[in-house]
């Protein structure tokens, strides 16, 4: 009996407890980044929900719709290779990791650059389907794949903060 409360505790923790709703600004809630510039910039959108967690720098994910159209944003905007979108809690709904990357396969969604670097070896992903569903995530990019691993950083990874 014990091993089944200690179980429900440990799932509740991990499923509901570490994950907050997201204050949405309205403004900045998703940018992408300009080719132009190599920066960020918000983009139009509306519907906007995210969550996110102390836990760990790759639990954000974020559910928005956009009218911005497929031209637009690749003429304007970075790609991202190699995006996989992170699975989020099943009561966060709007966000299927499976379906996102079953549209991003089949050339339904494209997926852009957010931010790099958006906190020391992670990058901000959002992917934008033909019909305007938009979806934010987390990934772990070159360089916090090597840091996590011990390899060598080499000389395309920026400074470490170290707080």
């Not at 505790?9 to 994950?19: C, G, R």
């Not at 992170?86 to 709007?94: G, L």
């Not at 090597?146 to 390899?151: I, L, T, V």
């Not at 950083?153 to 170290?162: A, N, V």
Request: overall charge negative.
């Amino acid at each position: 009996m014990s091993a089944l409360v200690f179980g429900a505790v440990v799932y509740y923790m991990q499923i509901y407890h570490f994950y907050n709703e997201v204050p949405v600004n309205g403004t900045t809630d998703v940018e992408l980044t300009l080719f132009a510039s190599g920066e960020p910039e918000p983009i139009l959108y509306e519907d906007f929900t995210a969550i996110d967690a102390e836990s760990s720098p790759i639990r954000y994910r974020a559910c928005f719709k956009t009218s911005m159209s497929f031209p637009m944003l690749t003429e304007t905007y970075e790609p991202y290779e190699g995006a996989s979108p992170k699975n989020a809690p099943d009561w966060f709904d709007c966000f299927d990791a499976a379906a996102i990357g079953q549209e991003i396969e089949a050339g339904t969604a494209l997926v852009f650059t957010g931010q790099r670097n958006f906190e020391w070896g992670i990058d901000r992903v959002v992917a934008i389907t033909d019909d305007g569903r938009g979806y934010v995530w987390h990934e772990i990019n070159d360089c916090g794949d090597k840091a996590y691993d011990g390899s060598p950083l080499g000389r395309d990874c920026p400074p470490r903060d170290e707080d």
